[in-house]
């Protein structure tokens, strides 16, 4: 198992008015490889959980395990968990600063202590990871399209060669054509290098192509964690939690209440398809 | 880290004064400083700490909360006191070596710390229960009049609300921008001057990049919906004194001219030497 979280609780400003209960009593096992999806309503708790992540909260309560070792420990290496576990936040973008694509990527390497043959390597990697193509590396990322500037920013955080990468939002404010691209590419680079990806999203359509595994949260607590096609049959316990199953889960269902015998566990578009002119053609 | 600042903060809570007239509280508050800062006797110090606590009390916020503010003149407030314990001439009460504690310092150093600290609580006692729209709203009306001088009142006005505004936002970006630089590896804390303020590039070129970008969607959404500087616009919800206000008005001046009758005539209630 490589993150395990054990019963997480997390607390704002305790003690005044503005006190919040943002986690309570989360639990779950994440293992090497998986590719998973966080989904929930806004505020629900997402982005604080992956900030757990990699240490940048520290729980009010419970223990945090990073292959098998407790991160709250005081002789715990909290900058080498922060090289392991990539974390790429909403709009990433935002956090560019140098005046080339290329030392902009080459911040993380650097920070990490490498000598510069490997940091330049990496950093080169990591903007092929991307699609960044050589005639920008010298650009000022401030010049750049919003999918690129956001694609910049996550081969910064893809240099460092994590072993885990957390991606909040990565598709938010891009066009349908920038966020399939984005998506894609993290598709790829799960099944390219095998590291192990939790994509933070709240739209469904989103994540059915790609996840195996779904974590539902809502209102801070863990409400669902099951592999996706099981968490989409349970569309309607998601409705009530302001979120929804893919489109196609309810053209299913749908059809299956009219009379069709058609099997309602398929998440793509494709699968749909499929499925429908299999019975199309029985009948 | 930055969430524990809180001079300046508003605290959400229903209380009288929560609900009186920022021109009231931004006058009282005035009134507050000024009695802090023209007294120094003893009894007159009872009557001032009095009607704070029961402000403060009025006011519905945690005694702790309010306190914490005084966290970020700790350093101050010990470096006053200290010099003004140690550096006053008169009568000297305990020598330690070449420092001497005189009867004067002590009196002025903990009359100074109190000031201080006094000062803190009681304009943060106004923040905490004024929302930055009443009081940009009260202070416009207050220094109306200035107009006629050409003042830019308006402008004044609202140049204040936009910074008040956008000082927690800019705060929770500045935090949002440190865990992402953080997370590739930035260290923000260890090291000399030189390495820190190195170490501050990634944190302020995207700070100053997002708060460019803030102010131009204002300034765009600003100009979508009309606005042309202050002249002959109206509010929607203008200022009125209500009957509350007034009773508040005639507490306020009685509790200053009491402040006022406490100092002339001190010397004629018992001595009290500290």
């Known amino acids: 198992m490589q993150i395990v979280f054990d019963h997480v609780d997390y607390l704002y400003s305790g003690g005044t008015s503005f006190e919040k209960h943002a986690l309570r009593d989360i639990s779950f096992k994440i293992e090497k490889g998986e590719f998973i999806g966080l989904i929930g309503h806004t505020g629900s708790g997402k982005s604080t959980l992956i900030q757990h992540m990699n240490g940048l909260i520290k729980a009010t309560n419970g223990k945090i395990y990073y292959n098998g070792e407790d991160i709250y420990d005081k002789n715990y290496n909290m900058s080498q968990l922060r090289s392991k576990v990539g974390l790429v936040f909403q709009y990433p973008e935002h956090q560019l600063f140098e005046t080339t694509v290329y030392k902009d990527v080459y911040f993380g390497p650097k920070n990490l202590g490498l000598d510069k043959l490997e940091a330049d390597l990496r950093t080169y990697e990591a903007l092929k990871m991307v699609g960044i193509g050589e005639e920008l590396l010298d650009a000022s990322p401030f010049e750049l399209s919003g999918g690129q500037k956001r694609r910049v920013a996550i081969a910064g955080i893809l240099a460092m060669r994590p072993e885990v990468l957390v991606l909040d939002e990565p598709t938010a404010g891009l066009d349908p054509r920038g966020r399939d691209e984005i998506l894609d590419q993290i598709a790829m680079l799960h099944k390219e290098s095998k590291i192990t990806i939790i994509l933070v999203t709240h739209s469904m359509e989103d994540v059915a192509n790609y996840v195996d595994r779904i974590l539902v949260m809502n209102n801070g607590s863990l409400a669902m964690d099951q592999e996706t096609r099981s968490v989409f049959s349970r569309y309607k316990e998601l409705e009530e939690i302001h979120l929804a199953a893919p489109q196609v889960t309810y053209v299913m269902n749908t059809l299956k209440e009219k009379g069709f015998p058609v099997n309602t566990d398929v998440t793509t578009v494709t699968e749909a398809k499929n499925e429908i002119t299999r019975v199309l053609k029985i009948i | ?274």
């Open chain 2, 1 to 274: 880290m930055i969430r524990d600042i809180t001079i300046g903060q508003y605290y959400p809570v229903d209380s009288i004064l929560h609900r009186m007239d920022p021109r009231l509280k931004l006058n009282g508050t005035l009134l507050f400083i000024i009695s802090i800062f023209l007294f120094d006797t003893f009894y007159g110090y009872i009557a001032i700490t009095m009607f704070m606590i029961s402000i403060i009390k009025l006011s519905k916020v945690p005694f702790k909360f309010i306190l914490r503010g005084l966290k970020a003149i700790v350093v101050i407030l010990i470096f006053t006191m200290t010099f003004n314990l140690f550096l006053t001439q008169g009568d000297i009460l305990i020598r330690l070596g070449f420092l001497k504690i005189t009867k004067q310092g002590l009196h002025s150093s903990i009359f100074m710390g109190l000031r201080l600290s006094y000062l803190i609580l009681g304009s943060s006692l106004m923040t905490f229960t004024t929302t930055p729209n009443q009081l940009t709203d009260g202070l416009e009306r207050l220094l109306w009049p200035l107009r006629r001088i050409k003042v830019p009142v308006h402008e004044i006005a609202m140049m204040m609300s936009i910074a008040l505004r956008f000082i927690p936002i800019l705060l929770e970006e500045t935090d949002k921008i440190m865990k992402a630089q953080m997370a590739r590896g930035a260290d923000f804390e260890s090291g000399g001057v030189v390495k820190r303020a190195k170490g501050l590039v990634p944190l302020l070129v995207p700070l100053f990049v997002s708060a460019f970008r803030r102010a131009n969607d204002l300034a765009m959404a600003m100009e979508a919906r009309c606005y042309r500087g202050g002249e002959g616009r109206t509010k929607m919800k203008p200022l009125h004194y209500s009957r509350r206000d007034m009773v508040a008005y005639i507490i306020l001046l009685s509790y200053f001219a009491l402040v006022i009758i406490i100092s002339i005539y001190e010397k004629y209630l018992p001595y009290f030497s500290l």
